[in-house]
């Protein structure tokens, strides 16, 4: 079956600017998490959906940072005013209810100029 | 807080055998899970334990003691393809993960 999808592949944006990023789960998941990767670094929580709520926002890192997640499927993380430091690989995952397993999509390369 | 020490490098030649170790500190713990990830690529999941010893998957083996809040990965008969970064990741709750900082595997000829 189709794995997890996002969209876009990359965007590149002017400081200042707003950004959404889309992902599309695996069908049947319950689960959507969204995480940062800065070159050569490590993965960053972000938030966690379960359902269409979002019991843990804890690692959203400021204000201009906000997701949402209708139907239980599709997700969109959005970057208000963004800045330099925002630049990195967002990468979206989601998994069942029944496994630990994180399936994750190719990610979405943001550049901020 | 969560806590996950992974070393940052390790290098090893074709055909032989490498362990990359993990030690962890949460609030929770689940069971420990290991993912590569390809320059350029998405994390994939290579294995899963939840309870103390070792599991194996082909080339690679995964170990855990619970008890030392410690696990490792073992990679053997090792290839140019299997040159990645590998994550281990803690299952602190229902459905939740918590990455450690990776390990980057160089893999020479």
């Known amino acids: 079956g189709a794995g997890v999808s996002q969209s876009p592949s990359n965007k590149v944006t002017e400081k200042g600017k707003d950004v959404e990023l889309r992902c599309d789960p695996i069908?049947?998941?319950?689960?959507l998490y969204w995480y940062r990767q800065s070159l050569g670094q490590g993965l960053e929580f972000l938030i966690y959906f379960q359902g269409n709520s979002a019991p843990d926002k804890s690692g959203l890192p400021s204000d201009r940072f906000s997701a949402e997640r209708t139907g239980g499927s599709v997700s969109t993380l959005t970057i208000q005013r963004t800045q330099q430091e925002d630049s990195a690989v967002y990468l979206c995952?989601?998994?069942?209810?029944?496994?630990?397993?994180?399936?994750f999509g190719p990610g979405t390369r943001l550049t901020v100029l | 807080g969560q806590s996950l020490e992974q070393p940052s490098e390790v290098t090893a030649v074709e055909g032989a055998i490498v362990q990359i170790n993990c030690t962890y500190q949460?609030?929770?713990?689940?069971?420990l899970s290991w993912y590569q990830q390809h320059d350029g690529g998405a994390p994939t999941f290579l294995s899963y334990?939840?309870?103390?010893g070792l599991e194996e998957t082909g080339r690679f083996s995964s170990f855990l003691s619970r008890s030392d809040s410690y696990g490792y990965l073992l990679l053997q008969e090792l290839q140019m393809k299997d040159s990645a970064s590998y994550f281990c990741?803690?299952?602190?709750?229902?459905?939740?993960?918590?990455f450690g900082t990776g390990t980057r595997l160089l893999v020479s000829p």
């Open positions: 990741a803690v299952t602190t709750g229902f459905q939740k993960l918590v």
């Open positions: 995952a989601s998994s069942s209810y029944t496994e630990n397993t994180q399936y």
């Open positions: 069908s049947g998941h319950t689960a």
């Open positions: 334990n939840g309870l103390d």
């Open positions: 949460t609030s929770g713990f689940y069971g």
